[in-house]
Nanobody
Framework: QVHLVESGGGLVQAGGSLRLSCVAS????????MAWYRQAPGKQRVLVAT???????NYADSVKGRFTISRDDAKNTVYLQMNSLKPEDTAVYYC??????????WGQGTQVTVSS
């Protein structure tokens, strides 16, 4: 059973930084593509950033140049470094794992709140 646990969320002032972490268990982490999504109150969950098993990254336009996704396969962990945070970045952030067989798993989410 795949299990994802996020951490690192919190309250930060605009312009500040946070680093989210997501630890995976129950799978061979290195062969999976990983992603971060977010969901603001009253809105749909949207893709923030992805990283393939080979390390290729992709970002939503709204976070390009400010957020960085990375992975440490030795620690079964994916990170999201968030800099220059804005109030509109406020959301619950979810870790996502997609296996090479196409199965998708989600973490429980971590709240990020950016005050103006």
């Amino acid at each position: 059973q795949v299990h994802l646990v996020e951490s690192g969320g919190g309250l930060v002032q605009a312009g500040g930084s946070l680093r989210l972490s997501c630890v995976a268990s129950g799978t061979i982490f290195s062969i999976n593509d990983m992603a971060w999504y977010r969901q603001a109150p009253g809105k749909q969950r949207v893709l923030v950033a992805t990283i393939t098993s080979g390390g290729t990254t992709n970002y939503a336009d709204s976070v390009k140049g400010r957020f960085t996704i990375s992975r440490d396969d030795a620690k079964n962990t994916v990170y999201l470094q968030m800099n220059s945070l804005k109030p509109e970045d406020t959301a619950v952030y979810y870790c996502n794992l997609r296996t090479n067989m196409g199965y998708v798993y989600w973490g429980q989410g971590t709240q990020v709140t950016v005050s103006s």
